[in-house]
């Protein structure tokens, strides 16, 4: 049986540990698509050099035409251009949302069956662009936040505790970033509750808000630290965790932007909530019964996503 095949739109510092990443773990063969030629190439070439020392089998090339994707079984969006200082989030929706539409027209073409996970800021209205513009299924296009807001949580619960980042558990609702939603009675250490840990005098409620706060301040803490991007490494262990569940149809139960019709109350947007990934891409969407501060939490959450897409719509009239 062929090798997997994962297509990754978009070979810059995210892409390139995407590409990394797929081979340290043997994912299937990668292709790097991006707009500045050489770079996929190079990049790809440089990372096949590594995998005798590695010990992975793949194959990596890269390329600026969209043929290169051509059945890609999961195909990874990185591509566009980072929010740069004097630009306003308009232009950036501008910009990015071109080029979502370029790709979505790419992946119909080439990779109609594939498992889609967009990375590309502003992520809850990128993800409904390419959606919208590859014509793919809803459940077979994902956007990638949650996991690397869950995976900072986790970090710092797992560093507040002195426990192993593999027993923490976190739970995040809604939007990427600041409009995050981390649900503290949902998390916890050893399936311990993060409250009870409170009680059990592990830490102090006032600990566990300056955790969540860092969490959803965890982009810009560091873009701050690197000052030339932003965070690269994490991200890219999110998506690939994701891609994983997808191929080997583990069913894992992670935070994606996922398509809602209904669920939590909302129609026709992509936010962050828990869904069940396998072979099916988003087979279920997990609902759980909010309180109503986290309702309040997530329809605020819900309400900035779709103030973006609209936005995204007026700038580009062709999705
Ligand atoms: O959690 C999250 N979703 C966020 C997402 C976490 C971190 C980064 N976030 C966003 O991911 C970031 O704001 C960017 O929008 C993307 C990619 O971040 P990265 O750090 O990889 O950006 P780079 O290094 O600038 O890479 C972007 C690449 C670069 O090589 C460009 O040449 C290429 O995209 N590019 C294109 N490729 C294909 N087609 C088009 N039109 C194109 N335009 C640029």
């Given amino acids: 049986m062929a090798r997997d095949k994962i297509a990754l739109i978009g070979g810059g510092q995210i892409g390139g540990t995407l590409a990394l990443l797929a081979g340290l773990k043997e994912l299937g063969d990668v292709v790097i698509f991006d707009i500045v030629d050489g770079v996929p190439q190079g ?96 459940n077979k296009v994902v956007g990638m936040a949650g996991v690397l807001d869950s995976a900072r949580f986790r970090y710092f619960l797992a560093e507040e505790f002195k426990v192993s980042v593999e027993d923490v558990t976190a739970f995040v609702l809604g939007g990427h970033g600041d409009s995050m939603v981390p649900l503290i009675r949902y998390s916890t250490v050893a399936g311990i509750p993060v409250p009870d840990l409170i009680k059990m005098g592990w830490t102090t409620r006032k600990k566990i808000d300056e955790i969540v706060e860092r969490t959803r301040n965890g982009g810009a803490e560091i873009v701050n630290l690197l000052k030339t991007g932003s965070a690269f490494y994490a991200p890219a262990a999110a998506a690939i965790e994701m891609a994983d569940s997808y191929l080997k149809d583990k069913k894992r139960i992670m935070p994606v932007a996922a398509y809602l019709d209904g669920q939590y109350g909302v129609k026709g947007l992509y936010v962050g909530v828990p869904v069940v990934i396998g072979a099916g891409g988003v087979e279920r969407v997990v609902e759980i019964q909010l309180n109503a501060g986290e309702k309040a939490g997530f329809a605020k959450s819900a309400a900035t996503v779709r103030g973006l897409v609209e936005a995204t719509v007026k700038l580009e009239p062709s999705l």
């Fill in 43 to 138: 990049k790809a070439l440089d990372i096949a050099e590594a995998s005798p020392v590695l010990g992975f089998d793949a194959t990596l090339a890269g390329g600026k035409d969209y043929a290169v994707i051509k059945g890609a079984d999961v195909v990874i969006v990185t591509a566009g251009v980072p929010r740069k200082p004097g630009m306003s989030r308009d232009d950036l929706l501008a910009v990015n949302a071109k080029v979502m539409a370029a790709a979505g027209q790419g992946i119909a073409k080439y990779a109609p069956d594939a498992f889609v996970i967009v990375i590309t800021n502003p992520l809850d209205a990128m993800v409904w662009a390419l959606q919208k513009a590859s014509g793919l299924p809803a």
